[in-house]
């Protein structure tokens, strides 16, 4: 996965940071993938960011407040169809952010 | 790591995204864990998530805005003095965002 070339600020990130139910084979990223698919074809989505090890970091970053409903509405959604009877996380937490001031280094994309 | 706890909104998160130049043996997984410890003894310091991949992703969260700036400072010496000749990114970008909702479920730590 590639950083994320965003706008300058200001835009909105949700922080989504989770610990998985440790059990292999259960579809979680092929169902992971397919929702960062459908966020991607979303009003107002802007790029996203992911990395797990023990922990799971996924920043998406939004236009707008309402991007970010109709997204969530959306994403819970799916999540649960996609869920089934399968308990993916053992725990989540998800921050609503509105990103203020950035910069960076380094190779431009 | 463990996810972060967090008080309620407001409060402030950093989100650096890096991806790292290709070397091993460089030193910088122990400069990175010696950062974070030197953050987590900084005045407004919260808490910490971080995970990499491909891409690697540090959240970090502060009460406010001057801890921040003080953090910056402090850190960016600190580095250059860990960092040396070495260049340990390709690129990184920074995002100061300020956290106005959270929510999360499973087990509370």
């Given at each position: 996965?590639?950083?994320?070339?965003?706008?300058?600020?200001?835009?909105?990130?949700?922080?989504?940071?989770?610990?998985?139910?440790?059990?292999?084979g259960?579809?979680?990223?092929?169902?992971?993938?397919?929702?960062?698919?459908?966020?991607?074809?979303?009003?107002?989505?802007?790029?996203?960011?992911?990395?797990?090890?023990?922990?799971?970091?996924?920043?998406?970053?939004?236009?707008?407040?309402?991007?970010?409903?109709?997204?969530?509405q959306?994403?819970?959604?799916?999540?649960?169809?996609?869920?089934?009877?399968?308990?993916?996380?053992?725990?989540?937490?998800?921050?609503?952010?509105?990103?203020?001031?950035?910069?960076?280094?380094?190779?431009?994309?």
């Amino acid at each position: 996965m590639e950083p994320a070339t965003t706008p300058d600020p200001p835009y909105y990130a949700v922080v989504f940071t989770s610990v998985r139910d440790a059990r292999a084979g259960d579809g979680y990223e092929a169902a992971a993938a397919r929702m960062l698919e459908l966020a991607a074809r979303q009003p107002g989505f802007l790029g996203v960011e992911s990395a797990r090890e023990d922990l799971g970091i996924t920043v998406s970053y939004w236009a707008d407040e309402a991007s970010i409903a109709a997204w969530r509405q959306e994403a819970e959604h799916r999540w649960a169809q996609e869920e089934g009877r399968t308990r993916w996380y053992e725990r989540y937490s998800v921050r609503v952010a509105r990103v203020e001031r950035a910069y960076g280094g380094g190779r431009v994309p």
